[in-house]
């Protein structure tokens, strides 16, 4: 396994012509001199208002993130029964991650850490998720749009937003608008989907206001049912192609200028509705929601293509947790939505947490390439803040790493690394260089699970070797008893570390 790396090539200068050290210097010297004039006349007549730090160098982003999506769904990682071209060209033009994870193998804690750097089990969620519940995220805690909005990035979330609003116990969506939610931790536009397409309320919220509400229809959640609101609910069919629109329009309309759009889609996360537009795949609807995704994705890049912003946007693509099981038993043939891999959503096995993770970057990151580098969604935060010289502290993303340099084909940039992976059912597991250590019997998705927390011993811990067993099928706990003994301690200091970092990496809150 590695990093297979593309020769380094030379700049050119703006003319074409290959630069010498002394003309190099040369021109640089001359440019800088005539920018820094221009400059100060500029600064003489350009509002205050509409300064910014950040330059035209600077990468557009675009954050893709499936829901429930698997490890095997992709033709590019493998899948012989589903093609998925759009989405495949990223690996062709830049590099496919092997070895990439979220924190958790279940969707909001993931999509916390995904944003904040941090992981959930450090919040009031031990388990589970929330749906209609306060907000996970509190204003001013430092995330990936907070970042990117401080260098004066446009920021916006389109899609599934499932991380709660309001400082209460329970949302009022007649309340205009819904506050606090995405536009209070750093994103300057949103066009959500409160919890997701399988769950009430079906609206939209932009930017915390419900899309064409009628207070003579008013929304009541009641359990798992709406009451009310059905002149404004959603259809479910028209999701993907509503946020495809929107998404256009968004980097329409900021093409001039630096954003980041974090596209949150709803595929293929059950109930199975994709448009009519796409019917009949021979794996049934799960492989019609998995085409309407890749084309999703083709829309996303072909307009970045029209723009002339293809050459300065990054797009990263990934899931938020691994396939789910109603999904899988329900597409047909023995179709294997995780791969090669063991388990699926919510479980503490590789196929609860390993993920699809493609980056294209033309000319930082290397086209065609396999890596093996280990990422985790913790580290965008820290990765994206080293992009945009954005100075953090200690508690700022506390739980992840920098690696930028593993999106330009780098490897072994942390070595020896521990990622702590936590299940629906709240049992930890511990992952350290080729290791997987779970506390606990079973997967953590099952309720009668025996797992205890990490700072108890348990008899039945499990150890693998990823190297050796990717499938996970040999419990090697009782050979290497050091090994089990050391990783659950250190299981158990990250987990201790939540007394001195809980509330921390809040901008403006008080510490």
Same mark, same amino acid.
């Given at each position: 396994?590695?990093?297979?790396?593309?020769?380094?090539?030379?700049?050119?200068?703006?003319?074409?012509?290959?630069?010498?050290?002394?003309?190099?210097?040369?021109?640089?010297?001359?440019?800088?001199?005539?920018?820094?004039?221009?400059?100060?006349?500029?600064?003489?007549?350009?509002?205050?208002?509409?300064?910014?730090?950040?330059?035209?160098?600077?990468?557009?982003?675009?954050?893709?993130?499936?829901?429930?999506?698997?490890?095997?769904?992709?033709?590019?990682?493998?899948?012989?029964?589903?093609?998925?071209?759009?989405?495949?060209?990223?690996?062709?033009?830049?590099?496919?991650?092997?070895?990439?994870?979220?924190?958790?193998?279940?969707?909001?804690?993931?999509?916390?850490?995904?944003?904040?750097?941090?992981?959930?089990?450090?919040?009031?969620?031990?388990?589970?998720?929330?749906?209609?519940?306060?907000?996970?995220?509190?204003?001013?805690?430092?995330?990936?749009?907070?970042?990117?909005?401080?260098?004066?990035?446009?920021?916006?979330?389109?899609?599934?937003?499932?991380?709660?609003?309001?400082?209460?116990?329970?949302?009022?969506?007649?309340?205009?608008?819904?506050?606090?939610?995405?536009?209070?931790?750093?994103?300057?536009?949103?066009?959500?989907?409160?919890?997701?397409?399988?769950?009430?309320?079906?609206?939209?919220?932009?930017?915390?206001?419900?899309?064409?509400?009628?207070?003579?229809?008013?929304?009541?959640?009641?359990?798992?049912?709406?009451?009310?609101?059905?002149?404004?609910?959603?259809?479910?069919?028209?999701?993907?192609?509503?946020?495809?629109?929107?998404?256009?329009?968004?980097?329409?309309?900021?093409?001039?200028?630096?954003?980041?759009?974090?596209?949150?889609?709803?595929?293929?996360?059950?109930?199975?509705?994709?448009?009519?537009?796409?019917?009949?795949?021979?794996?049934?609807?799960?492989?019609?929601?998995?085409?309407?995704?890749?084309?999703?994705?083709?829309?996303?890049?072909?307009?970045?293509?029209?723009?002339?912003?293809?050459?300065?946007?990054?797009?990263?693509?990934?899931?938020?947790?691994?396939?789910?099981?109603?999904?899988?038993?329900?597409?047909?043939?023995?179709?294997?939505?995780?791969?090669?891999?063991?388990?699926?959503?919510?479980?503490?096995?590789?196929?609860?947490?390993?993920?699809?993770?493609?980056?294209?970057?033309?000319?930082?990151?290397?086209?065609?390439?396999?890596?093996?580098?280990?990422?985790?969604?913790?580290?965008?935060?820290?990765?994206?803040?080293?992009? +945009?010289?954005?100075?953090?502290?200690? #508690? @700022?993303?506390?739980? !992840?790493?920098?690696?930028?340099? =593993?999106? %330009?084909?780098?490897?072994?940039?942390?070595?020896?690394?521990?990622?702590?992976?936590?299940?629906?059912?709240?049992?930890?597991?511990?992952?350290?260089?080729?290791?997987?250590?779970?506390?606990?019997?079973?997967?953590?998705?099952?309720?009668?699970?025996?797992?205890?927390?990490?700072?108890?011993?348990?008899?039945?811990?499990?150890?693998?070797?990823?190297?050796?067993?990717?499938?996970?099928?040999?419990?090697?706990?009782?050979?290497?008893?050091?090994?089990?003994?050391?990783?659950?301690?250190? +299981?158990?200091?990250?987990?201790?570390? #939540? @007394?001195?970092?809980? !509330?921390?990496?809040?901008?403006? =809150?008080? %510490?």
């Amino acid at each position: 396994m590695g990093t297979k790396t593309a020769p380094m090539i030379p700049r050119q200068s703006s003319n074409g012509a290959w630069c010498g050290p002394v003309l190099r210097a040369t021109r640089q010297f001359k440019l800088s001199l005539e920018a820094a004039l221009l400059g100060a006349l500029l600064v003489q007549w350009v509002p205050a208002a509409s300064r910014s730090p950040v330059t035209r160098s600077r990468p557009n982003i675009i954050l893709i993130l499936a829901d429930d999506l698997g490890y095997g769904d992709l033709s590019c990682y493998g899948n012989p029964k589903v093609s998925t071209p759009r989405i495949d060209s990223l690996a062709r033009d830049g590099i496919r991650f092997t070895d990439a994870h979220t924190t958790s193998g279940l969707c909001t804690p993931s999509r916390y850490s995904l944003l904040t750097g941090r992981y959930c089990w450090r919040t009031f969620l031990k388990k589970n998720v929330v749906a209609n519940g306060p907000a996970l995220i509190e204003p001013g805690r430092t995330t990936v749009a907070s970042v990117f909005k401080e260098r004066g990035y446009q920021t916006a979330i389109l899609g599934k937003w499932h991380l709660g609003f309001t400082a209460g116990k329970d949302v009022d969506y007649n309340a205009q608008p819904v506050t606090p939610g995405a536009n209070e931790v750093g994103f300057t536009h949103s066009f959500l989907l409160p919890v997701g397409h399988f769950f009430p309320p079906y609206i939209y919220l932009e930017n915390g206001r419900v899309v064409n509400y009628d207070a003579s229809d008013p929304i009541a959640i009641v359990g798992s049912q709406q009451k009310g609101g059905k002149s404004y609910s959603y259809d479910p069919h028209q999701v993907t192609p509503e946020l495809v629109r929107h998404s256009l329009a968004y980097i329409e309309e900021n093409k001039a200028r630096p954003f980041f759009l974090f596209l949150s889609t709803p595929s293929v996360h059950d109930p199975l509705t994709p448009s009519a537009t796409f019917s009949g795949h021979p794996v049934g609807a799960y492989g019609d929601y998995i085409q309407e995704m890749d084309w999703a994705v083709g829309q996303i890049l072909d307009k970045l293509n029209a723009l002339n912003l293809e050459n300065n946007s990054l797009v990263l693509f990934t899931s938020d947790n691994g396939a789910s099981e109603p999904n899988s038993r329900a597409v047909k043939d023995h179709y294997r939505p995780s791969g090669p891999l063991r388990g699926d959503k919510g479980d503490l096995y590789e196929g609860g947490h390993r993920m699809p993770f493609l980056v294209r970057w033309p000319g930082q990151a290397p086209a065609g390439v396999v890596s093996d580098e280990f990422v985790i969604f913790s580290d965008l935060v820290r990765t994206f803040a080293r992009l +945009l010289e954005q100075p953090l502290r200690s #508690d @700022e993303g506390p739980d !992840g790493h920098d690696v930028l340099d =593993a999106f %330009r084909g780098g490897r072994n940039l942390h070595p020896g690394r521990a990622m702590v992976i936590h299940s629906r059912q709240g049992m930890y597991g511990l992952r350290q260089d080729d290791w997987m250590y779970l506390h606990g019997a079973g997967d953590g998705d099952e309720r009668k699970a025996r797992y205890a927390p990490p700072s108890e011993t348990i008899a039945d811990a499990q150890l693998y070797n990823l190297r050796e067993d990717l499938r996970q099928e040999r419990n090697c706990a009782a050979q290497y008893p050091e090994r089990v003994a050391q990783m659950r301690q250190r +299981l158990a200091e990250i987990v201790a570390a #939540d @007394e001195t970092v809980a !509330g921390a990496g809040m901008s403006g =809150a008080k %510490r």
